[in-house]
């Protein structure tokens, strides 16, 4: 009874005091406010603040600190298991703030807590920058880089976690803090990769790198010629320059065709110079191509999905891509959920992925290839296929795989595989960071790092 009416003033003294918006379970427009991007991660959170700024953030923060809730964040709401609205969890929206603030002499850009991808890129792109990002719009760029992702540039540039200069951060103690080389370099070392387990990132600042040209080529092969496909496209990416990168995508829109093959390469270049790189793929018998210089920004539309679908994903690092590898893949393409919006996918790393830095607790950086099954379904009856497709995928890959996890190409798997996610050889380190700044281990509801 005391902590009802605890919990009762707490939360009508949060409401008084926010900038931005409160909603409690019983409030019109909660379920809105905790839906995420999957269907399936239906999470009933105990409270959401929808924060206005940082200073909301912090209010935030005592408030569930106060009441000893966990606190789950809301990023761009990509995530796949729902764990940014965390079942009786303080789930802090961010979705407000968005604010993008680009210094072109400089090259960097500072983004807010729950900017996307497609915010900064439409902010940067008009002065011929772009930093790293996610294959899709409408990811968050915090959950993203912090989380150690992959994107189309990382090859030309190195991954979004080597363009990371500064995180500002509202710790589990409602503390504003910055982390960069110079200030808090400990914590700064743990946020390239560790996601949102030391606190709540209220703005990011990034390095931006000239991309004045881009160009796109897409092909779309008939479906019996995707061994094929597989084997140009990793043997264009084994000789090519790193600016170039791309995927050999399966996806199924259709009920009748079955799943379709596709090559994309995207180049951080001209058109003339991709056409003459895709050649071998060009070569081969095709559905339709279509190779042009585009807005970087085109490239980020491939992969997006649209919300309400029911999501489930995975990915295996893979140590190469011999004959065995290319035809094991592809088999598994057979038992894709057709049709959906589901796809099949073939990342490279390499280039200034496997040149930069390994200091930071990215285990995926080595590994030249990620395969990376995406299920995006409508029915509830296609839910065991879809995720028994993703299992099989990664089953057959298995021969391959490095060990190491990609974890923003995850859900939850399990604690062994955040640790190969870290790397086995950052745990202490980082658990020991965990311990500084969020002790009671109050940021928990996704990839957690326990504080030792
Ligand atoms: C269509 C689609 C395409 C994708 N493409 C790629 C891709 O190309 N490459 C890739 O690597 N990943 C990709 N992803 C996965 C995506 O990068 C991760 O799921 C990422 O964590 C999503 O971040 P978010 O903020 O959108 O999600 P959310 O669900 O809001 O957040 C996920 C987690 O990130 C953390 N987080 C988010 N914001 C903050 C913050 N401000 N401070 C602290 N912690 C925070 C929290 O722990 C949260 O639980 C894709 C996902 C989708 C749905």
Known sequence: MAFRSKAHSALAALREDLAGEVFAPWDPGYDAARAVSGARAERRPAVIARCADAADVVRAVRFGRDLDLRIAVRGGGRGLAGTASGDGALMVDLRRMRRVAVDPVAAVVRVEGGATTGDLDRAALPYGLATPGARARATGVAGFV?????????????PAVDHLLAVELVTAGAERVRASADERPELFWALHGGGGNFGIATALTLRLRGLPRFSLARLLYPPGLA???VR????????GPDELSGAVLYSSPHPVDGPLCAAVLTYAGGADGLRALAGPLRALPHIRERTAEVPYTRAQRLLDLPAGLRLHWSAECLSGLPEEAVDAFCAEAEGMPVPSRSRQLLFPQGGAVAAGPRSCPVASRDAPWIAHPCAA???PADDARALGWVRDVRAAVRPWRTGAVCLDL????GPERVRAGLGAGNMLRLEKVKRRYDPDDVFRCHHNVRPV
């Open 410 to 413: 995850i859900g939850e798997e």
């Open 377 to 379: 379904w409508a029915d």
């Open 146 to 158: 912090l989380g150690g992702g992959t994107g189309w540039l990382d090859r030309a540039f190195g």
């Open 227 to 229: 061994p094929e496909v």
């Open 232 to 239: 140009a496209f990793r043997d264009i990416l084994r000789t």
